[in-house]
């Protein structure tokens, strides 16, 4: 396993308790009284959250991983200061889980310019996070094969030139599409289809910055239709010999797997979906009091099942948490997998408990609860959970086995 630099620098300086306490309560006062009355309307037109993030941009907090001597909160897994960024997504998915999906990948893309970038690429790129509001996403889905009925091949092919490369083709699920200023683009230069979940690309792996506002960058807009997750507006962008300058590549080849990042992402996936089981669990619950039905026996078990669901979650977020922050590395990558698998079937038994107690009417506009159990049911395929756990299994049988790509 490659050591991981963090093992010898030690932890950076986070923010106080007062910081985290400070920043924490400002983006809950947005999530309650901005994010959470707008989700409703960019559910339903599929459009990018833009004016949430304007709001974070404008209270601070968009630079929420970002080092604090460029400017940022200094939080998350790089930084050894992990559970606020987790908390604050928490608090986004509460509000809107398409929000906290895309706030999720801006920043962990910002985690991985700070552990990978060269200086001058940090400055540059923090610079336009902190001081101009850029957001950042990162894009890997690279289908092997059409769904039926499509038609459309995905994938990207990169042919070295002077200075750089140019980039021809196409990435899927590219959430935050029509929102963002720059992509990470996970590309494999020997071909289409590699860059998620094959071995065979581990040590060529690139990592390359992309300037969205190129022309020849362009948005499919007809793909994107989903049950659920609509406003992530998670599209087909289309590279039409995009130039990249070889001063946007990421870090050295094979940087993202020597790394394991994925593994530090992977948890961050499951604070959102606690995030959307306080939804549902908080409706739910003011619905039944409501309702005078706090009496009957049955009630009384479901909302016991979703008390205990809810903090069991935040408790394994705790933890893995503590063990990323205290730089026990092996173990914060596997647990991060368990508490992925426990934290999602919690969140989605907590929907239905909320749904079988107060019947019908909870999946009726304006209950929240109906777009949660979409977002929900669509976000926790964003990883293959039977790959997850026979992960941990294969850990725990002391089986070789892969951390952090699971094959969809």
């Not at 999530?31 to 709001?55: G, H, L, N, S, T």
């Not at 400017?71 to 790089?78: C, I, N, T």
């Not at 960058?217 to 990249?244: E, K, L, N, Y």
């Not at 596997?334 to 019947?359: F, M, N, P």
Request: hydrophobic share 40%; with cysteine.
């Amino acid at each position: 396993m490659t050591d991981d630099p963090r093992r010898a620098t030690g932890p950076a300086r986070g923010p106080t308790a007062d910081d985290d306490q400070g920043a924490l309560g400002t983006v809950a006062k947005l999530a309650a009284e901005k994010f959470a009355p707008r989700a409703a309307d960019y559910d339903r037109e599929a459009v990018f959250p833009a004016e949430d993030f304007d709001d974070l941009f404008a209270c601070g907090v968009l630079g929420v991983t970002v080092p604090r001597e460029y400017g940022g909160l200094g939080y998350g897994p790089q930084q050894r200061d992990t559970l606020p960024l987790w908390e604050m997504t928490t608090m986004l998915a509460r509000a809107d889980l398409s929000l906290a999906r895309c706030w999720e990948g801006h920043a962990n893309s910002l985690v991985l310019i700070d552990a990978l970038a060269a200086p001058e690429q940090k400055r540059r790129w923090f610079s336009g996070v902190v001081e101009q509001g850029e957001k950042w996403v990162a894009w890997s889905g690279e289908p092997q094969a059409p769904k039926p009925g499509e038609n459309v091949r995905f994938g990207t092919a990169l042919t070295p030139v002077e200075g750089g490369w140019i980039l021809r083709g196409s990435k899927a699920f590219a959430t935050g599409a029509t929102g963002a200023q720059w992509a990470i683009l996970l590309v494999d230069p020997d071909g289409p289809g590699g860059a998620r979940g094959t071995r065979e690309v581990r040590g060529r792996l690139l990592l390359l910055a992309c300037d969205l506002s190129d022309p020849t960058v362009t948005v499919d807009t007809s793909w994107w239709d989903p049950v659920g997750m609509r406003a992530t507006v998670s599209h087909v962008v289309r590279f039409h010999d995009t130039f990249i300058p070889r001063d946007q590549l990421v870090g050295a080849p094979g940087g993202y797997f020597d790394g394991q990042w994925q593994t530090a992402f992977v948890p961050h996936y499951a604070a959102s979906f606690l995030g959307g089981a306080l939804a549902a669990y908080e409706y739910g619950l003011a619905y039944l009091k409501r309702q005078g039905k706090g009496g009957d026996p049955y009630v009384q078990l479901r909302v016991g099942s979703m008390a205990v669901n809810v903090d069991t979650a935040r408790l394994w977020l705790r933890h893995v948490a503590g063990l990323w922050d205290e730089g026990r590395l092996d173990e914060a990558r596997i647990a991060g997998d368990r508490a992925w698998q426990v934290i999602a079937r919690l969140a989605e038994e907590t929907v239905h408990h909320v749904i079988d107690a107060c019947g019908a009417r909870s999946l009726i506009r304006p209950s929240p609860v109906e777009r949660v159990l979409r977002d929900l049911t669509l976000y926790k395929l964003h990883d293959n959970a039977d790959h997850v756990l026979a992960t941990v299994g294969r850990a725990v049988l002391g089986e070789e086995y892969d951390p952090f790509f699971h094959r969809l």
